[in-house]
DNA sequence: GATGAATGAGTGTTCATTCAT
DNA sequence: GATGAATGAACACTCATTCAT
C-alpha cells in the first residue's frame, strides 16, 4: 500500500511519465496489478492520491510555521516560511519534480487550489498577527507570496535540490520577501 | 504547417493532453496523418518544435527589453521586464496553461533551460549596465529574479489570465522586484 | 448453499450476465468466495447446477402431468400439459430470462437435450396410452409438441409473464396442440 | 470488411462465446485489431452489426412470402410461410445457433422485438386478406403463429439442420399451423 | 470449514507510425 | 507531395481462482 505509493514515485522518477503505467508500478511495489487495483479503483485516483499527500504536507508545513510565527515581525515570518517550505521540498527532493509532472496529467487543478488556499489564508492570518505588520490589502500580498513561493521553488528546482544551492536559494528568497513585505509597509506609510 | 501548429494548440486546449493524439492533430489542421508526418518525424518532435517556439519568444521578449532598458536605472529594468514578459504571456493566453502541460510530457528540460538561461543572461547584463546598478553577485540575482518571473506566473496563472487581476499582478511582482533588487544594492552599501 | 443459488439468479437479473462474476455472487450470498469454490469446483459448474435445477424442475412438471393424464383423451393431455408448463415457467418469471442467458454462455447442449428427451419421452407415453389416440409416428409427434413448447414459450417470453396474457397465451397454445393432434388423428383416418 | 462479418460467426461458430473477443476475430479474418475497430466502434457493435443483418434476412423473407402469398388460401399461407423461414434458416445454419449465443450478450431486446413486429404485422396482413380467411382476432393469431415459428425451429435446431429432418420438421410445422388456423376459422364458425 | 487478499492471464480499446496508392 | 487504411504494441482494467491465515 505505502510500497505502492513509494513504487508510483520511483517508477515517475525514473522512466518517466510516459512509461508511468499500472503494471510497471505494481511491478516495482512488488505486487500484482490486481491488488494495486484491490487499494486503487483506478490509475488516476492512485496519482491523485500520491499529489494530494504530498500537497498536503506543503500546505501542513506552512500553516505550521505561520501559526508558530504569530506576533513575529514580518521580516522573522517571511524567513520562517521560506525555510519551511524549503525544507520540506528538499526532504522529498525526488518526489518533487516527478509530481510536477503528474498534475496536469488529470484534473488536479482542484487539489492544488486548495492548497494554494490553505496556504494562503495561514499567511494571510500571520501577516495581519504580525507584531510590526499593517497592510493595505493582506490578502493580496499573501497570494503574491504563496504564487512566488510555490512558483518559484519549482522553477528553481534543479538548482535547489543540492544542498548548498539550496542553502543560498534561501538566502535570496528571503530577502526578496523580506523586501517586498517591508515595501508594502513603507508604502502604508507612504500614504499617511 | 503553421496550421498544424495552430492545429496542435487547439487540440490541447480543447480536448486535453489525453485526448492530443496525431489524428485529431491533423484533422483539425485540415491535413491527413501522413501530411502532418512529412514535416514532422514523430509526435515529440512536433509538440518539442510547438514549445520551443513559444520558449523562444518569451526569451525573445526579455532580451528585447533589457537590450532596451541597457543604461536605466534597476528600478525601470524590474518595471519593465515584468511588463514585458506578462503581456507576452497574456497574448498567449490560451496556449500557455496547455504548453505546461507538454512540458512534462517529453524531455523539455534541455530546452526550458536554454531558455532560462538566455533570459537570465540578458537580465545580467542589463543589471551590469544599469545607471544605479552595483552587485555582489549579479549572476545570482539575476537567476533569481528569472526564477521568479518564469515561476510565479504560472503560479498565478488562472488570475493572470484576466485583464484586471494581470494589472493587479504586475504591479505586485514589480514591487517584489524592484524591492528585491534595492536590497541588494543597500547589501552592498551595508557591506562597505 | 441455496442462498448461492439464489445470489446466482439475483444478480444476473440485477447486474446481466456480463456482470455476473464470482465475487458479485458471494457477496450477494453474503458468503465469501472462499466458501463459494468450496461447493463448486469453479464458475461453470455453479451456472450449470442452476440450470440443472431449473431444467429438472421442467422436465418433472411435464411428467407428472403426462403419468397423471394417462388415459385421457389427446385433448385434455394437451391442454394439461401446456396449463402445467405455462405455471411452472410463471413461477420462476425472473430466473427463466437470466437462465437463457446463462444456457450459451457454457455447454448445456448435454443438459437441454436431456431435459427435452425426458419430457419426449413422457409425452410420447402419455400419447401412446391416450384413451382416444392413434398416431402414425407418436415419437416424431411428442418431438414436434415438445420443440413447439419449449421454444415458443421463451419466444412469448414478455408477454407470457403478465398474468392476462399467459392467460391467453394458454388458451392458443391450447389450441394449437389440440388442433394438431387431432390432424394428426385424423391423417390416419384418411390413410385407412 | 465482410470478411470481419464472416470471422466473427466462424470463430463464435468454432470457439464458442467465451473465446470470442476482438483479436481471435480480427486475426481470423486476416486483418489486425485496429483495423477491426476503424470498421466498428466496439465489439458489441460489431455483434450488434452481424445480428441485424441476419435478423433482417429473416424479416425479409416472411415479409416476402406474405406479400406473395396475398389472396391465397391460409393452408397455402400456412405452407409457405413455414417453408420460407425454414429455407432461410438453413441456409444459414452455421449462423443461427451461434447467433442465438450472441443475442443475449446485450440488449438485442430492442432489436429481436423489431424482428418479431415486422414479421407479426405482415402475417397479420396475409391473414386478413386470405382467400378463405376469417378471424376473430387477427392480430393474436399472428402473434401466436409468429412466436411459435421464431421459437420452435430453434429448438429444433440440431435436428432441423440436417436436410432429411429438415424436410419432416416442415412437415409437422405446417400440419401445426393449418390445423392450427383451421381451428380458428371453424372456432368463427361455431360462434355463429 | 471459512475467509478475502493476492494473483496474473486475458480483454477491449487506443494511437503513433508506415506505406501502397 | 498527399493520403488514410492498416498495423500491432501497449495500456487500463477485470475476474476466476488459489491459499495462507
Redesign the interface.
Known amino acids: 500500500m505505502d510500497a505502492i505509493f513509494e513504487a508510483t514515485i520511483q517508477v515517475l522518477s525514473s522512466d518517466g511519465?510516459?512509461r508511468l503505467n499500472t503494471t510497471r508500478i505494481a511491478r516495482r511495489a512488488g505486487v500484482s496489478v490486481g491488488t494495486l487495483y484491490q487499494y486503487f479503483p483506478n490509475k488516476q485516483a492512485l496519482l491523485f492520491a500520491v499529489m494530494d499527500q504530498h500537497l498536503a504536507m506543503l500546505a501542513d508545513t506552512i500553516e505550521k510555521t505561520c501559526d508558530g510565527n504569530l506576533g513575529a515581525t514580518v521580516e522573522t515570518l517571511a524567513a520562517a516560511v521560506v525555510k519551511a517550505y524549503l525544507q520540506a521540498k528538499m526532504a522529498q527532493a525526488e518526489i518533487s519534480p516527478a509530481l510536477?509532472?503528474i498534475a496536469?496529467?488529470?484534473d488536479a487543478r482542484e487539489l492544488i487550489d486548495s492548497t494554494?488556499r490553505r496556504s494562503t489564508r495561514a499567511i494571510e492570518t500571520a501577516l495581519s498577527g504580525a507584531s510590526d505588520g499593517r497592510f493595505v490589502d493582506t490578502n493580496?500580498?499573501a497570494?503574491?507570496l504563496?504564487?512566488?513561493l510555490?512558483?518559484?521553488?519549482?522553477?528553481?528546482c534543479h538548482?535547489v535540490l543540492s544542498p548548498a544551492d539550496g542553502t543560498?536559494?534561501e538566502r535570496?528568497?528571503t530577502?526578496?520577501f523580506?523586501?517586498?513585505l517591508?515595501?508594502?509597509q513603507r508604502?502604508i506609510a507612504e500614504i499617511r
Open positions: 511519465l510516459l510536477y509532472r496536469s496529467e488529470l494554494v493580496l500580498i497570494q503574491t504563496t504564487a512566488a510555490y512558483g518559484t521553488v519549482p522553477a528553481f538548482k543560498e536559494a535570496q528568497l530577502i526578496m523580506r523586501s517586498y517591508v515595501a508594502q508604502g
